[in-house]
């Protein structure tokens, strides 16, 4: 396990850069396959352990890996699935811990919430772009046909607090979890609004 102060969805791409000599050996172990898992830090650091962690996390798959200097290296890994912490085992090398598969609930998406979904986190992210146009992308994202892989993709496209990626992250109805991205958009887009209605001055020199 790699517990992180970030979450990771399915689908969802991210960079990781590893310093730690534990998870140096995590990478050793898994050079076979790839595979780790991650999960949110709820509470501490990174960085030496001693961390209190949350009981949902994701499957990563490693698609690149580049050393740097400093007996640093660079991964880049994309989620696979989510699962279940059922109990944390020794820390000793690095974090392990008792897992099962965490199967999302077997519904069909809702083709109009998921249309609504993919309006809201566009429309906020315009907004975001105009506050701060170098937290935006300026790359477009091709989003897949298939619905589920979709609506991972929004999830981690929504500019939103880490806790509220931990609760959409730990719905397991899909459509649950589209209603709660589009209250989400529309909670950050209400502030969104309120930001550039009464911008903050810049400091005086």
Request: aromatic share 6%; with cysteine; net charge negative.
């Amino acid at each position: 396990m790699f517990p992180l102060g970030m979450v990771v969805f399915p689908h969802q791409t991210v960079a990781l850069c590893v310093f730690e000599d534990r998870y140096k050996v995590l990478l050793e172990d898994i050079k076979d396959t790839g595979v780790f898992g991650t999960c949110l830090i709820a509470r501490g650091s990174e960085v030496g352990g001693h961390d209190e962690r949350t009981a949902f996390g994701t499957i990563l798959r490693i698609s690149g890996l580049q050393p740097l200097g400093h007996e640093q290296i660079l991964l880049r890994a994309e989620g696979v699935s989510c699962f279940k912490i059922d109990q944390w085992l020794d820390d000793r090398p690095y974090p392990v811990a008792q897992t099962s598969e965490r199967c999302c609930d077997d519904v069909m998406i809702d083709p109009d919430l998921l249309e609504l979904a993919q309006t809201s986190v566009r429309a906020v992210r315009a907004l975001q772009s105009e506050l701060d146009p170098e937290s935006v992308l300026t790359t477009s994202c091709e989003m897949a046909q298939d619905p589920w892989e979709r609506s991972w993709q929004l999830c981690s496209m929504t500019p939103m607090a880490i806790l509220d990626q931990f609760k959409v992250l730990s719905l397991s109805d899909p459509n649950e979890r589209l209603r709660l991205l589009v209250e989400i958009c529309c909670e950050r887009y209400g502030d969104f609004q309120r930001m550039l209605a009464n911008p903050v001055p810049p400091p005086s020199l």
